[in-house]
């Protein structure tokens, strides 16, 4: 009978089978638990059912000569991660009260296995130093992305729905935050 | 997978081409770390080994000091270019791979999302650091398995969440995604494409199981490489099928396809690739 690859690997190198065992079985643990810590990888993504919703959000930038910055597309793949990801990470900021998300997260598990982080926490997490600091570093990557000097921005929020058509509606409109050149 | 010197030699510059590729679109879609403009939100999440990283300072240090931050990218592009030129050298091998390494938890804590997209890039450089061949072969049969496991690993979680029975999963996967791109672009050809898709919300659905199914496939490769050209088709597939539900391409990935291929010598080993490499 043919080998399995770990038999193999066990026959010709002990310490490389214990390095990818080890590997293979904390990845294994890390799915079963649900919970990913890097590099033992969860490819989790949208196996959750998504929520069904009628109303849905949209980010939009408004430079100050009256032009929108489309982050949607025109762009690559990565700068757009860094356009929209960080944004999206300070509206949910400002939501929560200027509180960075995983804090609360962490907060509300902490009676069990989060207990230990607490002193660390300040250190890992966001605070109100880096939540201020935000609409500068957001300023000063504009540019870099558009290739224009930017003077000031506001980004809203736009609440919208699809219509019957398939096509999108605004429902509302408010000001997430604005900045301008000091 | 037995291989001879000078096939791992060709192996690695073309992985490492593939990985060079990555890194210059990174340079030119302004997302090397010099280029970040000290991002301040950091987003370690839940994620033990990110924390560990953010406590080192390193992310910081390198996000809030431009000079470091340059040279830090000018030392990784350098150690991918020196493989390249210098593949039979290990150590540079082990180098880069610390130095993405870092990159990869930065990029990461700084986009504010743990993206899986530059995984393949983080893993498919650890074959290369032995000069051993059968080592070797043993490694870069696990990576075949690595790719194996996380397509096979993605079809389980949609398993046993039950996603694949949710009625709509596919079409709100879709209208959440694309959200923003249908209201900054109501009237491009794509946007027409993605309102007649919703406009057949079942065609989407079914569309999202079938990538789903695909996933599945993958499991029969932990048991034989008959169907490894099957697998390697829907490799490359599969990103595509993510970028029209979530608009994320994940071409990063591209790179363990590479581990599907049969690169077993041939009689004649002058094949187009191999003239090049």
Redesign the interface.
């Known amino acids: 009978m043919k080998r399995s690859?770990l038999a193999?690997?066990y026959a010709?190198?002990k310490r490389?089978f214990f390095f990818?065992a080890g590997f293979?079985g904390l990845?294994l643990l890390c799915?079963l638990a649900g919970?990913?810590?890097?590099?033992f990888?969860?490819?989790?993504?949208?196996?959750?059912?998504?929520?069904?919703?009628d109303q849905?959000?949209?980010?939009?930038t408004r430079l100050a000569d009256g032009k929108?910055l489309?982050?949607?597309?025109g762009?690559?793949?990565?700068?757009r991660?860094?356009l929209?990801?960080?944004l999206?990470?300070?509206k949910e900021?400002k939501e929560n009260g200027g509180i960075d998300v995983?804090r609360s997260?962490?907060d509300a598990r902490r009676h069990n296995k989060?207990r230990w982080?607490t002193p660390?926490e300040d250190?890992?997490?966001?605070g109100e130093?880096?939540?201020q600091?935000?609409t500068d570093?957001y300023a000063?990557?504009l540019p870099?992305?558009t290739g224009e000097e930017v003077r000031a921005y506001a980004v809203e929020v736009?609440h919208?729905h699809?219509d019957d058509?398939?096509?999108?509606v605004?429902d509302s409109t408010h000001l997430l935050t604005e900045w301008r050149q000091h | 997978m037995e291989t001879t010197l000078i096939q791992q030699t060709r192996l690695c510059r073309l992985v490492f081409a593939c990985i060079l590729g990555s890194l210059l679109y990174a340079l030119f879609s302004h997302t090397l770390l010099h280029q970040l403009q000290g991002p301040v939100l950091k987003y370690p999440y839940a994620d033990p080994s990110y924390w560990v990283l953010v406590l080192t300072g390193i992310p910081s240090f390198l996000a809030g000091h431009y000079g470091a931050a340059l040279a830090f990218d000018v030392c990784l592009l350098g150690s991918c270019v020196l493989v390249l030129v210098f593949p039979e050298r290990r150590w540079l091998v082990v180098v880069f791979f610390v130095l993405y390494s870092v990159y990869f938890f930065t990029y990461n804590i700084y986009g504010n999302w743990h993206t899986g997209s530059k995984a393949g890039v983080l893993v498919a450089p650890v074959p290369f650091m032995t000069r051993d061949k059968r080592r070797f072969g043993m490694l870069w049969e696990g990576l075949r398995y690595f790719t194996l496991f996380i397509y096979t690993d993605a079809f389980l979680w949609k398993l046993f969440r039950v996603s694949w029975l949710h009625a709509d999963q596919g079409v709100l996967i879709v209208r959440e995604n694309l959200a923003a791109y249908l209201y900054h672009h109501p009237s491009t050809l794509q946007a027409r494409c993605y309102y007649w898709f919703l406009a057949h919300p079942q065609l989407v659905n079914w569309l999202f199981r079938l990538g789903w199914i695909a996933e599945g496939i993958f499991i029969v490769g932990f048991f034989t490489r008959k169907y490894d050209k099957l697998l390697l088709v829907l490799s490359l597939l599969l990103p595509f099928g993510f970028f029209f539900f979530a608009d994320a391409f994940f071409f990063e990935l591209y790179v363990l396809c590479l581990t599907l291929v049969d690169w077993k010598p041939r009689h004649s080993d002058r094949s187009p690739i191999a003239a090049v490499l």
């Open positions: 690859y193999r690997v010709y190198d490389l990818i293979a990845t799915n919970h990913e810590v890097t590099p990888f969860v490819w989790g993504m949208y196996s959750a059912p998504e929520k069904s919703t849905y959000e949209v980010l939009e929108t489309d982050a949607s597309a762009y690559a793949d990565n700068t991660f860094f929209n990801s960080p999206a990470q300070y900021m995983t997260i962490i989060y982080i660390l250190r890992i997490f966001n130093r880096e939540f600091a935000f570093w000063r990557y870099v992305v736009k919208v699809y058509h398939q096509h999108i605004v």
